[in-house]
C-alpha cells in the first residue's frame, strides 16, 4: 500500500522570505515527532520543542510565528501552561493549533479565550496538515476578512476540496486507529461567510423597529431537534449535514430553558466531528450570532450561548412559522 505524501511543494516564509519559526509541545513522543516532521516538511524552522509543561519552566523563552500543542489529557500543569501560553499568543500575534480529546473538550477550550486558536478534536495527521496549510496562509497575509466575498468563497470551497484529498490520503496510510470511520474529522461542509441573512444597509434597524416575540416554547424546539435526528434512521445521516441550524436550535432551546450549554455538548448538538462543529462555531461567533460566556464560578470553563441578534431572529422565526400555521386552518 502506497504512503501518503505530506511534504509541501513550497516552504512557509514570511514577507521577507525567510523561514517562519515554530515550536511544538507534545506529551506524547511519537506525536511529538510527527508534528517536527510535518512542520520541517512544510519549510518552518523549530525554534523550540518539548513537553507542553516545560512552558512554565523557566523564562519564557521566543515561541516564532506559530506553535503546535498536542494535550489529549491535560493535568492542572498542562492547563496552566495552556493558559499562560493563550495569553502570550494574544499579545505577540503567535498562532496556536492545539489538539486534545473530546474528554478534555471543555477544559481546554476554557483555558484559550484571547489568541482565536485553531482547535482540533482526536485529530489525523492530515487533520493536522490542513490546520498548517491555514497557517501559513494567515502567514502569508492571506487572511479572509481582508477578502471580496467572492474571494472568501473561493477559498472555503478550495477547503472542502483539500478535506476530500486529505481523505484519500488517510485511506493510502491505512484506517486512523484514534477512532472510527463514523468519525472522520474530514466529513465536514464549508461554513458559509454570512450567517446574519436579514443584514443588511438597514437590517439592524430593521430588527429593533418592533418589539422582540417570545422565544418558542423549548419543548417544541426539541421536538423539532428529535425529528430531525430521527431522518438518520432511515437515511444517510450526511444527506442533511446542517451543523449551523442544529447549533442554533439547541441553543435557542437551551435559552428559553434557561440552561447554559457547554461547547463538547453543542458540538455534539451540530451532528458533525467536532473539529468541524468548532470551526462552525468559530465562523457564526465571527458573525455576530454566538458569543464565549465565562463561568462565573469557575474561571476555567466557558459556554456558548446566542447572541441578542440571533435570539431576535429564531424568536421572530418561530413567531412567523406559527403566524403561517395559523392561516392554514
Known sequence: MGQANFAYTEVANDAAGLPLSLSVFADRPHVLGQLRDDAVAAGFRIADAGAVASLLEGEAKPLGELVLVDCPAPD???????????????HSGTQLIVS????????????????????????????RVIALGR????????????LSEEDRLVLLRLTEQVGQIAQRLEKLEGPSHDFGPSDSVFRFESPRTVFAGGDGEDGSARLVRASRPPLPDPRLVRRIIRQRQLRARFFDGDLFGDPAWDMLLDLTAARAEHTRVSVTSLCIASGVPPTTALRWIGQMTDAGLLERVE?????????????????DGMARYFAELGTQAARLV
Not at 496552566?80 to 494574544?90: E, G, K, N, S
Not at 473538550?105 to 492530515?126: H, K, T, Y
Not at 497557517?135 to 481582508?146: F, K, V
Open 135 to 146: 497557517a501559513m496562509a494567515e502567514a502569508a497575509q492571506l487572511r479572509l476578512r481582508e
Open 76 to 90: 492542572a500543569a498542562t492547563l496552566a501552561a495552556l493558559t499562560r501560553l493563550d495569553l502570550r499568543a494574544a
Open 295 to 311: 463561568d462565573e464560578t469557575d474561571r476555567r470553563r466557558a459556554f456558548i450561548a446566542l447572541t441578542e441578534k440571533a435570539a
Open 100 to 127: 486534545t480529546s473530546v474528554a478534555a473538550l471543555d477544559d481546554v477550550f476554557g483555558c484559550l479565550d484571547q489568541s482565536n486558536p485553531q482547535l482540533l478534536v482526536d485529530p489525523s495527521r492530515a487533520d
